[in-house]
């Protein structure tokens, strides 16, 4: 994206990040208590599992796909930990039984959009609709599963506190170091990077694309699945219902707020980084305030509607660089 | 021959044995008339969606009945789809049941549908929610009162003469659903007559744990002395207990919420000090009402469409962990066992 130039270029990461910042400033002076310790720790723990959902789906989004599945798998996979650990499975055994789920989730994505060519947005579509359907059917047919008292230490994943912080955050934290590893120095990070920005070269190349693929879906299925395990932990339920709420579209906006494009092959963890923090802070600054639904719904929608703007228009669409990707 | 006649003696003890014989039941005078009602109806049931407590706890109790008494019950589920339900409604107004159960998720949506069935002639019994047309009967609980009773167990525990400092907060589901708004107009009402409880947040978590966690672990931090919270539905309300617990103050916040009344969902929390007093509007109970309620209305089939509506508004449990008592709750295995 940088050209080298000497001019400080303004990308649309930069443009969020400084709403941010000025958000987060101007807060700190006129709410009170909003710049306390304690306050901060738990406006990021508020947006933890955010953005361990958007680090998912930037996973997905910068090899040129998207994740419409993630909610669905998240809900449903933890939903059937939690309701098998209720009826005396082990929890060894229920939670390989998660994770082989949601493997097998993220594998049949990445083979209907890597093999049978079915462009990302369709088939994580309807892939979270079958999981939906599927999960309600067989394996959990009620809405809300409450966490057993006999699953024990894991129960304290998503509540615990290490060093004064909370566990969400730290894990926040953990995964993104780990994405940001992944992404900048594994093969198969740098390999995804190629794939998202020019799918046909980087098979010419030899990279093999479609394994690739496949990789990336298991990945965001797996990050989806472990940010359910936080959420489910914090508040000792799982509400399948959430399935059916506006979340996924919350984390696509989380994602490209930030700054990682749609079409593939740009940016980062730093952007969705950015992007948790700006919803993070408004969502604290607006509960502090005590607004009422409906107006913080429209301020929402507003800030992140002048985020967009004042990106496209400094960084207007260039036809020559443009990219037309599937969705 | 031989293997004729023991086949024909199998059948006529079969035949003897089958079915509420009525020809040989005693009759009391009403009893006949009654099973004779009863059986080979149709009962239809359109809820917002199965597979959640309270609409598998009412079928769970309808269906025991259904089961004895000869009725079927055909369930048609929507899954929370407003569109879905109304063409559900539609289908089942057509096939002209005898009886048609309507379960609301707010006041309007299928106004037009129960007047449809009202004017087919067909008896309507709505539950839980009423849209703003009164059909034939109305089973389940008045929003209002349990507003009232929610703010009531905080007055007691916040009020004047308990030492606390009356700081109250409300974590509200969705604002515009009848199960919030009309809760909360309940709950606003009886603070307006006890000036020293002080309403210093009211925010809303969307029915969602997550979110209500996050609310309220906020809220704690700008209110250090907060005494009170207002949940609107336990399942939501498990967020809410969690943030209470993360900031070491169960037992300090007190926590009210409602619901209808699951085990796990109700007397669990308050064993284990989630909640601090919980209003259960007794999913049992109500089917033990709905059952009435459909005995009598195929028995006496209206004459004029809602000419005489009667309505069943359930007794509402109000319970703390003194106060529990091994009957407050249920499960939905139970229901399917005893309930009904």
């Known amino acids: 994206m940088s050209t080298g130039q000497s001019k400080f270029h303004f990308t649309q990461e930069r443009i969020v990040f400084a709403i941010a910042v000025a958000l987060f400033a101007a807060f700190s002076i006129f709410l009170d208590k909003f710049l306390t310790t304690q306050n901060v720790i738990s406006l990021i723990q508020s947006v933890s599992v955010l953005g361990i959902l958007g680090i998912g789906m930037a996973v997905a989004v910068i090899g040129r796909g998207i994740d419409l599945s993630m909610v669905a798998t998240m809900a449903m996979s933890v939903a059937w930990l939690l309701l098998q650990v209720g009826e005396g499975v082990p929890l060894g055994v229920a939670a390989l039984y998660a994770l082989g789920f949601v493997v097998l989730i993220g594998v049949i994505n990445g083979i209907l959009v890597a093999y049978v060519e079915i462009p990302a947005l369709f088939a994580t579509l309807a892939i979270g609709t079958m999981v939906y359907g599927f999960g309600k059917y067989s394996l959990v047919n009620v809405d809300v599963v409450y966490m057993p008292e006999t699953i024990g230490w894991f129960g304290q994943i998503g509540s615990g506190r290490i060093f004064g912080l909370p566990t969400a955050v730290l894990l926040f934290a953990a995964i993104g170091i780990v994405g940001f590893l992944f992404l900048r120095y594994i093969k198969g990070g740098r390999f995804i990077y190629a794939i998202g920005d020019n799918p046909q070269t980087a098979r010419i190349t030899g990279i093999p694309v479609r394994l690739i693929i496949v990789l990336q879906y298991v990945l965001s299925a797996l990050i989806a699945f472990a940010a359910g395990v936080i959420t489910a932990t914090a508040v000792s339920s799982m509400n399948t219902r959430i399935i059916n709420s506006t979340l996924v579209y919350d984390v696509i906006l989380v994602v490209v707020l930030g700054g990682v494009g749609l079409s593939g092959g740009r940016g980062g963890i730093r952007n969705v980084v950015v992007g948790t923090l700006l919803i993070g802070t408004l969502l604290n600054a607006m509960t502090i305030m005590d607004l009422t639904y409906t107006v913080q719904n429209i301020i929402k929608a507003v800030i992140l509607l002048i985020a967009i703007i004042v990106d496209t228009v400094l960084n207007p669409r260039d036809e020559q660089t443009a990219q037309q990707g599937d969705i | ?340």
Not at chain 2, 257 to 266: C, D, K, L, V
């Open chain 2, 1 to 340: 021959m031989r293997r004729t006649k023991i086949l024909a003696a199998a059948l006529a003890v079969a035949a003897l044995a089958t079915g509420p014989a009525l020809a040989d039941r005693f009759d009391d005078g009403q009893s006949i008339t009654y099973y004779n009602a009863l059986n080979g109806k149709v009962v239809g049931f359109v809820p917002i969606a199965m597979g959640f407590d309270l609409t598998e706890g009412w079928l769970a109790g309808m269906q025991r009945q259904a089961d004895a008494l000869g009725y079927t019950i055909v369930v048609r589920d929507p899954n929370w789809n407003t569109e879905a339900g109304i063409q559900a409604l539609g289908s089942l107004i057509a096939e002209k049941p005898d009886l048609l159960i309507v379960h609301n998720n707010d006041m309007h949506s299928y106004n037009r549908m129960v007047k449809k069935a009202l004017d087919e002639g067909i008896t309507v019994l709505q539950v839980n929610q009423k849209v703003t047309t009164n059909g034939d009967a109305f089973v389940g609980a008045d929003w209002y009162e349990i507003g009232v009773q929610d703010a009531k167990a905080v007055v007691k525990a916040c009020g004047e003469g308990s030492g606390k400092s009356g700081k109250v907060a409300f974590i509200q589901g969705v604002p515009t659903s009848p199960g919030s708004a009309i809760v909360l107009q309940g709950a606003e009402d009886v603070f307006a007559e006890h000036p020293e409880i002080k309403v210093v947040a009211n925010q809303a978590a969307d029915w969602d744990a997550t979110k209500a966690h996050a609310i309220t672990s906020t809220i704690l931090k700008q209110h250090e002395d907060l005494c009170g919270i207002v949940g609107f539905w336990d399942g939501q309300d498990v967020g809410t207990a969690a943030a209470i617990r993360e900031a070491g103050k169960t037992g300090e916040v007190f926590l009210v919420t409602s619901g209808g009344g699951q085990r796990a969902a109700a007397c669990d929390n308050i064993a284990n000090g989630n909640f601090s007093t919980y209003v259960s509007y007794d999913v049992e109970g109500q089917a033990r009402d709905l059952n009435s309620a459909i005995k009598i209305l195929l028995q006496n089939k209206p004459e004029t469409p809602a000419g005489k509506p009667f309505a069943l508004y359930t007794p509402l449990k109000v319970f703390d962990k003194s106060t529990m008592r091994p009957d407050s709750c249920w499960t939905v295995d139970e229901l399917k066992q005893f309930g009904g």
